[in-house]
């Protein structure tokens, strides 16, 4: 099994940054591809960005392109989201996912493993 725990999420201005945090563990913690995704109330849960864990390489949905940055550091099981210039439409839960086997994807439906979610609320 595999737990997800994100933090960092908060209040902050139009213009602001948040930087959140995913961490990962369990005895079977696998992973090929993590993700970010975020909720607003009565709406779909959408993509965000993904990083391929061994490779590093990236994927962003077009909203965000420029000003979030994906990464992640191997030693510590955690996964990063640096958001940046943040707008008030990013107001939203946002939730890390994991995907056991290879390839970016931004459905839902591949992510295997998720994390709890974290409020991130930008005000104008």
């Known amino acids: 099994q595999v737990q997800l725990v994100e933090s960092g999420g908060g209040l902050v201005q139009a213009g602001g940054s948040l930087r959140l945090s995913c961490v990962a563990s369990g005895r079977t913690f696998s992973p090929y591809v993590m993700g970010w995704f975020r909720q607003v109330p009565g709406k779909e849960r959408e993509f965000v960005a993904s990083i391929n864990w061994s490779g590093g390489t990236t994927d962003y949905v077009e909203s965000v392109k420029g000003r979030f940055t994906i990464s992640r550091s191997i030693a510590r099981n955690t996964m990063y989201l640096q958001m940046n210039s943040m707008k008030p439409e990013d107001t939203a839960v946002y939730y890390c996912?994991?995907?056991?086997?290879?390839?970016?994807?931004?459905?839902?439906?591949?992510?295997?493993?998720w994390g709890q979610g974290t409020q991130d609320t930008v005000s104008s």
């Open positions: 996912a994991l995907k056991s086997r290879w390839g970016h994807t931004q459905r839902i439906s591949e992510y295997d493993y």
